[in-house]
């Protein structure tokens, strides 16, 4: 099955699919993360507003997000950046934006939905009686928030969060579609130009894989101790 | 911001003249649903059928089963679908694999893209599947044992009725998302409604009134999705459970 497989390909580009690759790949995750964490928190804290304007703006945010492919918000966001970049410098020509820092703001804007919820989950899982006892000590809400209900909220929440971010991680192979050189990218790229799309696919197959697996099962051990711990 | 909209673009001709664009991009829809109810097809045999079998006793069953959706759990799609549609026909006997690499369009890239979803999609059915018949208490398994009936009695009129029930609301998101991953096929030539808004931006450099027609199209679709899921999902719920009384709102 494998006589034909020219496994020299795969020797010849590693530096190529891992230093350019899989750098883009996991800095595009990190950044990410990072963002779609903090912008989805914040998200989740307007949908839990009493104000009414407010949390119907983050519910109709969410919602759309979640209802529209990622491919075409990826789509979407490749031809609308140039234009916001422009309306918020001023400029009267779109500015240029690589494929780098536009598949950062859609993966952080479109994730965040997915952060929100999770975090609406946490925030609710605390019970409301540390919101009262923190506004008896005299805490503002943004103190209670950040000193008591949040980091609760986060640790409880931490399994499930990084459980997202290796569907993150997944999700980002598909900066394919504006040409961008990720992993997959890379790969598709000698792919094409030695003619070995077998063995790449393949190779890619194996190494999301292997990553996705070994990050997976880690999770499952944090979890097994938070839950020991609370 | 000085974008200046031009929507009667939609109403104007594509280049393959087979009428307005927004035709073209029902036609898209057309696809996307094929594609995805196919592909959903796929997903609740072979989801139904994993999920059951990872909750009986036999081992070496759980763990082929665990194999299985850990493999198709941990790829992602666009690389799935690159398997599927690049390296699978280059493992199939010559004669069938070469009759596979010329299905004429769109078949060519259909087949891959519904057995591709339909398998990525299963993983999740039978995650759920389980999730359910673990849910199910343990005295109503004890209890058809008890009665009389073999294991698969048991299953076939005991558990699989009360957790197919059970799992039909998490299903439905799982539906929605099968809608929407079957955009990821444009990577590998169908047109469905994404890539079918990409071709009209690239026709008529209309870019933000192609997506906007198709973000519209996708949302207008999930809310009949949502709409017939509820009013099913009413008609199969478990009397004397808690979600009979106060079902979760979609």
Same mark, same amino acid.
């Given at each position: 099955? &494998?006589?034909?497989?020219?496994?020299?390909?795969?020797?010849?580009?590693?530096?190529?699919?891992?230093?350019?690759?899989?750098?883009?790949?996991?800095?595009?995750?990190?950044?990410?993360?990072?963002?779609?964490?903090?912008? +989805?928190?914040?998200?989740?804290?307007? !949908?839990?507003?009493?104000?009414?304007?407010?949390?119907?703006?983050? %519910?109709?945010?969410?919602?759309?997000? !979640?209802?529209?492919?990622?491919?075409?918000?990826?789509? =979407? &966001?490749?031809?609308?950046?140039?234009?916001?970049?422009? =309306?918020?410098?001023?400029?009267?020509?779109?500015?240029?934006?690589?494929?780098?820092? %536009?598949?950062?703001?859609?993966?952080? @804007?479109?994730?965040?939905?997915?952060?929100?919820?999770?975090? !609406?989950?946490?925030?609710?899982?605390?019970?409301?009686?540390?919101?009262? %006892?923190?506004?008896? @000590?005299?805490?503002?809400? =943004?103190?209670?928030?950040?000193?008591?209900?949040?980091?609760?909220?986060?640790?409880?929440?931490?399994?499930?969060?990084?459980?997202?971010?290796?569907?993150?991680?997944?999700?980002?192979?598909?900066?394919?579609?504006?040409?961008?050189?990720?992993?997959?990218?890379?790969?598709? /790229?000698?792919?094409?130009?030695?003619? !070995?799309?077998?063995?790449?696919?393949?190779?890619?197959?194996?190494?999301?894989?292997? @990553?996705?697996? +070994?990050?997976?099962?880690?999770? /499952?051990? @944090?979890?097994?101790?938070?839950?020991?711990?609370? | 911001?000085?974008?200046?909209?031009?929507?009667?673009?939609?109403?104007?001709?594509? $280049?393959?003249?087979?009428?307005?664009?927004?035709?073209?991009?029902?036609?898209?829809? #057309?696809?996307?649903?094929?594609?995805?109810?196919?592909?959903?097809?796929?997903?609740?045999?072979?989801?139904?059928?994993? #999920?059951?079998?990872?909750?009986?006793?036999?081992?070496?069953?759980?763990?082929?089963?665990?194999?299985?959706?850990?493999?198709?759990?941990?790829? *992602?799609?666009?690389?799935?679908?690159?398997?599927?549609?690049?390296?699978?026909?280059?493992?199939?006997?010559?004669?069938?694999?070469?009759?596979?690499?010329?299905?004429?369009? *769109?078949? #060519?890239?259909?087949? $891959?893209?519904?057995?591709?979803?339909?398998?990525?999609?299963?993983?999740?059915?039978?995650?759920?599947?389980?999730?359910?018949?673990?849910?199910?208490?343990?005295?109503?398994?004890?209890?058809?044992?008890?009665?009389?009936?073999?294991?698969?009695?048991?299953?076939?009129?005991?558990?699989? $009725?009360?957790?197919?029930?059970?799992?039909?609301?998490?299903?439905?998101?799982?539906?929605?998302?099968?809608?929407?991953?079957?955009?990821?096929?444009?990577?590998?030539?169908?047109?469905?409604?994404?890539?079918?808004?990409?071709?009209?931006?690239?026709?008529?450099?209309?870019?933000?009134?192609?997506?906007?027609?198709?973000?519209?199209?996708?949302?207008?679709?999930?809310?009949?999705?949502?709409?017939?899921?509820?009013?099913?999902?009413?008609?199969?719920?478990?009397?004397?459970?808690?979600?009979?009384?106060?079902?979760?709102?979609?």
């Amino acid at each position: 099955m &494998f006589s034909g497989f020219d496994f020299d390909v795969i020797q010849r580009s590693w530096t190529y699919l891992f230093m350019e690759g899989m750098t883009f790949t996991l800095t595009l995750t990190a950044l990410a993360m990072a963002g779609g964490i903090v912008f +989805g928190t914040l998200l989740a804290m307007m !949908r839990l507003s009493s104000i009414r304007p407010v949390s119907m703006l983050a %519910s109709a945010y969410v919602n759309l997000m !979640r209802s529209v492919p990622l491919v075409l918000v990826i789509f =979407w &966001f490749f031809f609308l950046v140039p234009y916001i970049g422009a =309306w918020i410098i001023g400029a009267k020509e779109p500015v240029r934006v690589g494929a780098f820092g %536009s598949a950062a703001i859609t993966f952080t @804007l479109f994730e965040a939905a997915y952060y929100c919820e999770i975090m !609406r989950a946490g925030i609710q899982s605390i019970p409301r009686g540390q919101v009262w %006892s923190g506004f008896a @000590l005299g805490l503002d809400y =943004w103190q209670t928030m950040a000193r008591i209900v949040l980091p609760q909220a986060f640790r409880n929440m931490l399994p499930v969060l990084l459980t997202q971010t290796i569907i993150l991680f997944q999700d980002t192979s598909l900066v394919y579609v504006i040409s961008a050189t990720d992993f997959l990218g890379a790969a598709a /790229k000698v792919a094409n130009r030695d003619y !070995r799309l077998v063995e790449m696919y393949s190779f890619v197959a194996v190494v999301y894989f292997v @990553l996705s697996y +070994g990050l997976s099962t880690l999770v /499952k051990g @944090l979890q097994k101790r938070i839950a020991i711990i609370k | 911001m000085n974008y200046n909209w031009h929507w009667k673009v939609l109403f104007e001709m594509e $280049p393959g003249s087979t009428g307005t664009y927004v035709h073209y991009l029902l036609v898209g829809l #057309g696809w996307t649903l094929a594609t995805a109810l196919a592909a959903w097809v796929i997903a609740l045999a072979i989801g139904a059928l994993v #999920g059951t079998l990872r909750t009986t006793p036999m081992k070496w069953v759980v763990c082929a089963g665990n194999l299985y959706v850990e493999i198709f759990r941990n790829v *992602p799609l666009i690389v799935q679908m690159f398997l599927w549609f690049f390296v699978v026909p280059e493992f199939l006997p010559q004669a069938l694999g070469d009759w596979v690499k010329q299905m004429p369009p *769109p078949w #060519g890239s259909y087949v $891959p893209a519904v057995l591709c979803l339909g398998i990525f999609t299963s993983v999740r059915v039978a995650e759920q599947v389980k999730a359910g018949i673990n849910s199910l208490p343990r005295g109503q398994r004890m209890a058809g044992i008890a009665m009389g009936l073999t294991e698969t009695q048991t299953y076939g009129t005991v558990i699989l $009725p009360q957790a197919f029930r059970i799992v039909l609301p998490p299903l439905t998101s799982e539906f929605m998302n099968v809608i929407k991953n079957s955009s990821v096929a444009l990577t590998i030539g169908l047109l469905e409604l994404t890539g079918r808004a990409r071709a009209m931006q690239e026709f008529s450099f209309r870019v933000f009134e192609a997506f906007t027609a198709a973000t519209v199209i996708y949302l207008l679709t999930n809310l009949v999705v949502v709409l017939a899921m509820r009013a099913l999902e009413r008609k199969v719920r478990v009397p004397g459970l808690i979600a009979a009384d106060n079902a979760p709102q979609a």
